[in-house]
């Protein structure tokens, strides 16, 4: 999962602790973390570089606990995630943890990701640090509360659904702005690389203009002078293996998939959140 979203030109190394001890987290919500901080280092490494990610036992002293209020002194367990890119001054260390703080460029990312990351952690009665400079990449310490006492056998129950993180390129054709916005943030969220059109015309443009593969193709049903099943049909003879998923607020238009290459084609139906699209868009491209 992680090697498929950091891309190829990034190293992933792992140190993982084997007398690891034991914590009280969601285990989906912990994966969220990680999958967040690593899309957050990718993203620092855009020339390529290494993602190193650490686990250990620790005890943290009254000073340090301190620094992770309301975390108290005593034995923890650590995850590290350090990574070897651009790092950031003590500026924009001081927001990274608000809401919607970013320094990426206009529509490449949300300002959620590590606002998420310490919400969950906290959450989790932990703490969490970062290490910084420019130009010397960036390491966050996530430390969380040891448990060491035998765990009682529990009720076996479903694990939590894998996060639907990925790192495949969507053409997303929408003519609604507000829709087209959040469609377009809430995929970027999860790792996708997103080429965005207003139109059937300005798709065809940008899908000769793009150099790579383009993925899956997400498009409204009913949009002026081109439908979305128009432009799914002349496109996905140029990008074969290209997955098409309609969204539509009528349930009718459901039935555009008939006829089809269902394999190739879904529908979602509006309203959905942002984890349902990454789901749905993660579903379709793992078939």
């Not at 957050?40 to 000073?63: C, F, H, S």
């Not at 640090?129 to 006492?149: K, M, N």
């Not at 809430?186 to 059937?200: F, I």
């Amino acid at each position: 999962m992680l090697r498929r979203l950091i891309g190829e030109d990034i190293e992933l190394i792992t140190r993982m602790d084997p007398s690891l001890g034991r914590v009280k987290a969601d285990p989906g919500q912990l994966e969220q973390v990680i999958m967040n901080l690593a899309v957050n280092a990718r993203d620092a490494m855009p020339q390529g570089g290494k993602l190193t990610i650490e686990t250990g036992n620790v005890e943290a002293a009254e000073t340090a606990a301190r620094q992770l209020a309301p975390a108290q002194p005593g034995p923890y367990v650590t995850l590290v995630v350090r990574d070897t890119g651009c790092g950031m001054d003590a500026a924009t260390q001081a927001y990274i943890f608000e809401p919607f703080f970013t320094t990426k460029e206009e529509g490449k990312g949300t300002g959620l990701g590590l606002s998420t990351v310490y919400g969950i952690v906290k959450q989790s009665s932990g703490g969490i640090q970062v290490q910084s400079a420019l130009g010397r990449g960036t390491a966050f310490t996530i430390y969380l509360p040891r448990i060491d006492e035998a765990t009682t056998a529990a009720e076996p129950r479903k694990m939590p659904d894998r996060p639907p993180y990925g790192m495949e390129t969507v053409l997303l054709v929408e003519d609604e702005q507000g829709v087209r916005t959040l469609v377009r943030d809430g995929l970027r969220q999860y790792g996708y690389t997103v080429l965005e059109a207003r139109h059937g015309v300005e798709a065809f443009l940008i899908s000769n203009q793009h150099q790579g593969p383009i993925h899956m193709l997400v498009t409204d049903v009913v949009m002026p002078g081109m439908s979305g099943r128009d432009v799914a049909h002349q496109l996905m003879p140029l990008h074969p293996g290209m997955k098409v998923l309609y969204i539509s607020g009528y349930i009718d238009d459901a039935g555009l998939c008939r006829g089809t290459d269902q394999a190739r084609t879904g529908f979602l139906q509006k309203p959905f959140t942002p984890e349902a699209l990454a789901r749905k868009v993660r579903d379709m491209l793992d078939w």
